[in-house]
Each structure stands twice: as structure tokens, then as C-alpha cells.
């Protein structure tokens, strides 16, 4: 994928079994740019990346995922990976999280619009759980605590 105005970033992890190698490849070309956006549709769009992540878990055949970034970053491929990378920390964390605290992978919800509905429920929840700066326990407890106690769920809402 590299050319003119390009730049590539291979990093490797290793860690609970897992053997992780991810390489981050860039364009910056104003060419190519120009005419992926000949319209300027994507105001700011500086670079395109290309991060290849292949994964080895144990003894397991490698799995091989492609994914692709338009962003305004320049085409700095190490900027990018990091910011590629940390993306993906927010969101495996909250995710860890909503199933933790709010057991969300065991919901059963299938009908309708519920399960978008209680998943935006749950990480508004999330959201006022964490905002909240007295809190000494952690969000399984408050949330659980929210349910028992009337006063302290108007506290998280604002209202006391």
C-alpha cells in the first residue's frame, strides 16, 4: 500500500498466549487523496492507512484481519497505529465492562428494537456511574446500589 508520501509501523505483542503482530502502512499522497476525494467530501482527509493484524493464539492456525482508516492525521504511521490502537483499548474496555458489571452478553433481549434500546440504557447508566466523583465502589456496586437505594439513584441522575 505505501508510496509517494507513505510510511509503515510493525509492532509485536505478546501476551496471555497470544502472539499479535500489527503492521501499519500509510498514504499521504495529495495525489491519491485527491482522487479518493476528488469532491473534498472528507474535509481535513490527510492520510490513508492500511493496519494488517495477525493474530496467533496458542497453538492455533493465525488468523489475518485488514482494516482500513481515512483520517486527518498526517501520514505518519507509528501516530497512527497508536491511535489506531488506543481506539480499540476504549472500546474492548467498555465493552469488558458493560458485560462485567451489567452482564449485557447474557441479555435475551431479541425482540424489536430492545436490544439497541437496552444497550443505549446501559452505557447511559455507565456513563452516570462514572461521572460520579463520590463514588468508592466500583460500577457493578453502584449500579447495584442504584437499584436498592432511591436516594442514591437521584444522586445519579442530578436530582438530589
Known amino acids: 500500500m505505501l508510496c509517494d508520501g507513505g510510511a509503515a509501523r510493525r509492532t509485536v505483542e505478546k501476551d496471555h498466549g497470544r502472539l499479535e503482530v500489527r503492521v501499519c502502512e500509510t498514504i499521504a499522497d495529495p ?37 482500513y482508516y481515512l483520517t486527518s492525521l498526517p501520514g505518519e504511521a507509528e501516530a497512527i497505529a497508536n491511535a489506531v490502537r488506543s481506539h480499540w483499548g476504549i472500546e474492548n474496555g467498555l465493552h469488558w465492562v458493560l458485560d462485567m458489571a451489567f452482564r449485557e452478553d447474557e441479555s435475551r433481549a431479541r425482540t ?43 444522586h445519579l441522575l442530578g436530582a438530589s
Open 31 to 67: 495525489d491519491v487523496i485527491a482522487w479518493l476525494d476528488p469532491e473534498g467530501a472528507w474535509a481535513g482527509l490527510c492520510s490513508i492507512a492500511q493496519v494488517t493484524a495477525t493474530r496467533r493464539v496458542g497453538e492455533r492456525e493465525p488468523t489475518t484481519a485488514v482494516r
Open 112 to 154: 424489536g428494537h430492545s436490544a439497541q434500546n437496552l444497550a443505549v440504557l446501559r452505557k447511559l447508566a455507565l456513563t452516570l456511574i462514572q461521572q460520579d466523583r463520590a463514588r468508592k465502589v466500583g460500577v457493578k456496586a453502584s449500579r447495584l446500589k442504584a437499584g436498592w437505594d432511591t436516594g442514591y439513584l437521584l
